[in-house]
């Protein structure tokens, strides 16, 4: 399975953003999703995870109330759609799937697609 991801752009604080990933080669609907972000000079982080069925999710802390993370099953699609936006939120934004479990950590994810990046102006 292959990801791609998309939706990056530049925002000023307090805009919205949403960012899509989708799924070629695979069964989409096997695997469990998640957006992670890495902004420069720090490790990449979990932000969001849903499972298969798009019925359980999960947040970090700094995105709880302000982030949500659905799927389209049919699409192939993760959407991660970013509202109330801070320049803290500046990261290179990579979906990854899991054919696992639910995690959040970066090696519950054995698939990975191109990072999208995301600028948050102030």
């Known amino acids: 399975v292959q990801l791609q991801a998309s939706g990056g752009g530049l925002v000023q604080a307090g805009g919205s953003l949403k960012l899509s990933c989708t799924a070629s080669?695979?069964?989409?609907?096997?695997?469990?999703m998640a957006w992670f972000r890495q902004a420069p000079g720090q490790e990449r982080e979990f932000v969001a995870a849903i499972n298969t069925g798009g019925y359980m999710r999960s947040f970090a802390d700094s995105v709880k109330g302000r982030f949500t993370i659905f799927r389209d099953n049919a699409k192939e699609t993760v959407y991660l759609q970013m509202n109330t936006l801070k320049p803290e939120d500046t990261a290179v934004y990579y979906c990854?799937?899991?054919?696992?479990?639910?995690?959040?950590?970066?090696?519950?994810?054995?698939?990975w697609g191109p990072g999208t990046e995301v600028t948050v102006s102030s």
């Open positions: 990854a799937g899991s054919g696992k479990a639910l995690g959040r950590r970066r090696f519950d994810y054995d698939l």
């Open positions: 080669g695979g069964t989409f609907s096997n695997y469990h």
